[in-house]
């Protein structure tokens, strides 16, 4: 977000952050001190730390980097000593490039049961909730008829190490707003962070969706047969 918000408001990265890590704690996103979220307000960037139960972050824990990736202000807790995120670096991906606004990372289930069925990348079409993803590039929503593909990298011993075949996906793929890990979760960005909060959870649905069409039998990648 460009606009910088006053501390109490709702909005500020110090109070959206801690509500968002307990929807996506309550959606099992981030369970067991998995995931992470991040969020940039004007030239500064909020990043919940590491290792930590996410339902339970408050305002006192966030840290906040700048463009160097260098913090500039520890949480201000005095209670405990926290960690930086190791999705920070990938988090950084999307900030440089792709000009991100905030950047999620879940452990869905969906997400894992995904990149195993599908080898390089998870492709859906012709699914209305579809329309609720843009298009990287065009920044349009996607249409009806149109494709969603989510690329698939293969995960690492370590968060970080994914940082570079994130970064080399990004480019293959331009026109993706997130990128699956195997057997991990995925990463989501948006212009802002309502963008990639309704991302996150399209994406999410889709994949579900698609598991539930593939235990009935049903193909969820071709144009279905009754569909001019």
């Known amino acids: 977000m460009s606009v910088i918000l006053p501390e109490s408001h709702p909005e500020h990265p110090f109070n959206l952050i801690p509500e968002l890590c307990r929807k996506f704690y309550e959606l099992g996103w981030a369970t067991g001190t998995g995931g992470g979220i991040s969020v940039k307000m004007g030239d500064r960037y909020f990043i919940a730390p590491s290792g930590v139960q996410k339902e339970r972050i408050r305002p006192d824990e966030i840290f906040i980097l700048n463009a160097e990736q260098e913090v500039v202000e520890e949480p201000r807790t005095t209670e405990k000593k926290l960690k930086m995120s190791e999705c920070t670096p990938l988090f950084f991906n999307a900030y440089t490039m792709r ?52 690329p698939i990298i293969e995960n690492t011993d370590f968060e970080a190490d994914l940082t570079a075949s994130m970064a080399e996906c990004m480019k293959k793929y331009p026109e993706s707003c997130a990128v699956l890990v195997r057997r991990h979760g995925m990463y989501v960005w948006g212009d802002t962070w309502q963008k990639a909060k309704g991302a996150v959870e399209c994406i999410d649905y889709l994949m579900e969706l698609a598991i539930r069409m593939r235990s009935l039998g049903l193909d969820w990648e071709p144009q279905p047969k009754s569909v001019p």
């Open 99 to 150: 000009n991100a606004g905030a950047c999620l990372h879940t452990h869905s289930q969906n997400c894992v049961l995904i990149s195993l069925l599908c080898e390089k990348e998870f492709r859906i079409s012709h699914i209305e909730m579809i329309k609720g993803i843009s298009n990287n590039v065009t920044k349009k929503a996607l249409g009806f008829r149109d494709s969603l593909v989510v």
